[in-house]
């Protein structure tokens, strides 16, 4: 399984602000996956990145309030931006196995907008 | 329909007992079938995965997967209060569909 560091583990911001999500992988990995968890909600996908193009965003999410990055193998980068109350949620990166079956999550991202 | 149902609980049970944990789903296209376990503030951590129909054994876990019911189960033996978490049941074919999550305590 893949190591996955997420940071920050918390925050606590003010509404109208942005916040950027770190998340660094131990080995190299084609996809990495952004996904929101909302209290009493399942799990639900927001992009997929891939380094060297443009992430890829699921139905309800869009680039310009969830800009991401992939400069490279091991990292990406989510941005919530102009933030309101209703962003506040887990937000978790993920990446799959080695045989792109299991899905592995990092230790999730704690955001409260004020 | 939603795609993939979850109870959410809470589940209380006493410690030793088995635990039982199901979801159900609609999509028959659906071909491989996960556990994760997530505990308070942490990411999930996948327990369980299947692609097949029938029980798939891990020390205290069993995963069921029953394809022609369209039903899957995760169970607990020998319960744990360590075993107190949020069980979410995720599967999918080229995309991965998550249930909402059981909360499970195990009472000591």
Redesign the interface.
Known sequence: ?AV?S?KP??DICQRGTSLTIQCQVDSQVTMMFWYRQQP????T?IATANQGSEATYESGFVIDKFPISRPNLTFSTLTVSNMSPEDSSIY?C?VLGQYN????????T?LSVL | QKE?EQD?GPLSVPEGAIVSLNCTYSNSAFQ?F?W?RQYS??????LM?T?SSGNKEDGRFTAQVDKSSKYISLFIRDSQPSDSATY?C?MGDD???????TRLHILP
């Open positions: 399984s996955i997420q583990s918390r009493g909600q399942s799990l996908l978790l993920s079956e299991k899905l592995f999550f990092g230790s999730g704690q | 993939v959410p491989y996960m994760y503030r942490k990411g999930p951590e996948l995965y692609y979410l995720a995309k991965i569909i998550f249930g909402k999550g």
